[in-house]
């Protein structure tokens, strides 16, 4: 069973253009979760999906930022116009299951360098 | 909103020995999860033990422990026979039980180095 699958793993954008992070969570699972990781800080909540649906975006900014998870293919975390803040490790995870003590399981993520 | 903190950014420890991570956390709810992750320098996020908030048997796993206190708010990991493998930044994250978004609150993590 394949582990979660991010791509790219490392992307490279120049300000104000728009930066596209791609997520395929384990087989079996329809939850996925995304976090951010500033250097030298621990991961923090963006957005959890289920298929076609957003089901908690408390940790999304407001303006710029879109996530999705169609009925077919990956999630996708959409940033507009990036700025050099922007710059950080995006972390995606998957879960089977909302209820219980299922893990997330963590895909390697995508590292976003904004020059 | 819960918290967690984790108040060592770093520590080291020798090879074979053992040593301890702290975390406390800060909640209202009763029912809830607790994890320890471990972030080598791949950056892969590997999930180390997990503790339900219901249960008072400490976990393990290996040379991996929890020490749960629950009224303290209180979960620190214990590694003992160190190994060159386990230096890693080890993040301590909570996650909700009563409903709603399942979304994981991490701290800032402890930077582990093992000395050979």
């Known amino acids: 069973n394949a582990g979660v699958m991010q791509n790219p793993r490392h992307l490279v954008r120049r300000r104000g253009q728009e930066a596209r992070l791609r997520c395929s969570p384990m087989?079996?699972?329809?939850?996925v979760y995304w976090y951010r990781q500033l250097p030298e800080e621990g991961l923090k909540f963006m957005v959890y999906l289920q298929k076609e649906n957003i089901i908690d975006e408390s940790g999304m900014p407001k303006e710029r930022f879109s996530a999705e998870f169609p009925k077919e293919g990956p999630s996708i975390l959409r940033i507009q116009q990036v700025v050099r803040g922007d710059s950080a490790a995006y972390f995606c995870a998957s879960s089977p299951r909302v209820s219980g003590s299922y893990e997330q399981y963590f895909g390697p993520g995508t590292r976003l360098t904004v020059t | 909103a819960q918290t967690v903190t984790q108040s060592q950014p770093e520590m080291s420890v020798q090879e074979a020995e053992t040593v301890t991570l702290s975390c406390t956390y800060d909640t209202s709810e009763s029912d809830y999860y607790l994890f320890w992750y471990k972030q080598p320098p791949s950056r892969q996020m590997i999930l180390v033990i997990r503790q339900e908030a219901y249960k008072q048997q400490n976990a393990t796993e290996n040379r991996f422990s929890v020490n749960f206190q629950k009224a303290a708010k209180s979960f620190s990991l214990k590694i003992s026979d160190s190994q060159l493998g386990d230096a890693a930044m080890y993040f301590c994250a909570y996650r909700s039980a009563e409903g709603g978004s399942e979304k994981l609150v991490f701290g800032k993590g402890t930077k582990l180095t093992v000395n050979p």
């Open positions: 087989k079996g699972h329809s939850h």
